[in-house]
């Protein structure tokens, strides 16, 4: 089991650049969801999805934020132009099944400068 | 909506003395899960220990055990014999069983520090 996998760790743009974060849930899992951890607003569910579908999408903060999983093994978030505003550290996360608990990945950092 | 209260922003515990960190929730629902989960400086988000709504007796793992009061919608974690690998944000969240928004609802988190 490798855990689901972000990429990158890090990530250090200017703004109204665009900004595509990656994630890679663990195989098997049905759900998957982004949230955002900033100290001011801690963690922050922004969408998620189940077996590929977007279901809640309301804590994404603008438009400037989309969300896409195209395949059970990969998903991405995408912020187009990026803002100082959106510097917080991004976290992915997947679940087998309803009730059973997320399993993280080690979150990107993104600084908009 | 579901709500989750941590009160204590900042905890400091001696080692291999217990600490108990406390966690409220606001939900009209009868069926639900707790978790707690860990953040050491790492950044990685570790659960530490899960609880069904339904089931009475409390969980427990190792040195970590919780304290369910349903009526009063209370889950407290308690870590005994504490431990310098402790030092962490501590994270105390709610979810739902299934349909509509069921994505874990997380409080704001409680630091704790061990003191050697």
């Known amino acids: 089991d490798a855990g689901v996998i972000q990429s990158p760790r890090h990530e250090v743009t200017e703004m109204g650049q665009e900004v595509t974060l990656r994630c890679k849930p663990i195989s098997g899992h049905n759900s998957l969801f982004w949230y955002r951890q900033t100290m001011m607003r801690g963690l922050e569910l922004l969408i998620y999805?189940?077996?590929?579908?977007?279901?809640?999408d309301s804590g994404m903060p603008e438009d400037r934020f989309s969300a896409k999983m195209p395949n059970a093994s990969f998903s991405t978030l995408k912020i187009q132009p990026s803002e100082p505003r959106d510097s917080a550290v991004y976290f992915c996360a997947s679940r087998r099944m309803t009730g059973s608990p997320l399993h993280f990945g080690n979150g990107t950092r993104l600084t908009v400068t | 909506a579901q709500t989750v209260t941590q009160s204590q922003p900042e905890m400091s515990v001696q080692e291999a003395e217990t600490v108990t960190l406390s966690c409220t929730y606001d939900?009209?629902?009868?069926?639900?899960?707790l978790f707690w989960y860990k953040q050491p400086p790492s950044r990685q988000m570790i659960l530490v220990i899960r609880?069904?709504?339904?089931?009475?007796q409390n969980a427990t793992e190792n040195r970590f055990s919780v304290n369910f009061q349903k009526a009063a919608k209370s889950f407290s974690l308690k870590i005994s014999d504490s431990q310098l690998g402790d030092a962490a944000m501590y994270f105390c969240a709610y979810s739902l069983p299934g349909g509509g928004a069921d994505g874990l609802t997380f409080g704001k988190g409680t630091h704790l520090i061990i003191q050697p």
């Open positions: 999805f189940n077996n590929n579908v977007p279901i809640d």
């Open positions: 609880q069904e709504a339904y089931k009475q």
């Open positions: 939900t009209s629902e009868s069926d639900y899960y």
